[in-house]
């Protein structure tokens, strides 16, 4: 939040949420690297998605990944696929629920776009395995 603006309950809690959902690591290196320019678009996903979103009681977090696994994939994100399969390892999802969710991307959103998650996710387990990729 800006140094003058005293941040929201909801941007609070949002916080949270995304610490425990991407880790501490990466949420310090995006604060780290936000500017005056991409700030405010921080503050809006950290209020909207993560303290809005992602909070919400419904789902548990294993599932909102699931779920947003299987929309970054079929929108080609894949930036975004790679950080959300990294945080798998705080929202409970397995391997298999990424398997299962990439199955469905093939048949709904189409085999291309899960084809490209699939290869996706099997560079950030093999980067897992080999302990390269601990931090988000």
């Not at 998605?49 to 947003?68: D, H, L, N, Q, Y």
């Not at 399969?85 to 999802?93: E, I, K, S």
């Not at 776009?113 to 980067?127: G, L, P």
Request: charged share 25%; aromatic share 6%; glycine share 6%.
């Amino acid at each position: 939040m800006n140094a003058s603006a005293p941040a929201s309950t909801r941007y609070r809690q949002g916080l949270a949420v995304r610490r425990s959902v991407l880790g501490d690591a990466h949420v310090d290196r995006a604060e780290t690297a936000s500017t005056d320019f991409d700030r405010p678009f921080q503050e809006l996903i950290t209020e909207a998605a993560w303290g809005t979103v992602w909070a919400r009681p419904t789902w548990s977090k294993r599932e909102r990944s699931m779920v947003t696994l299987a929309l970054l994939a079929a929108l080609g994100h894949d930036e975004e696929v790679a950080m959300h399969v990294r945080a798998t390892a705080n929202t409970g999802a397995s391997r298999e629920d990424i398997c299962e969710t990439f199955l469905h991307v093939a048949i709904y959103a189409g085999v291309p776009a899960a084809n490209r998650a699939i290869k996706i996710a099997k560079q950030v387990f093999a980067e897992k395995d080999a302990g390269k990729s601990d931090e988000h």
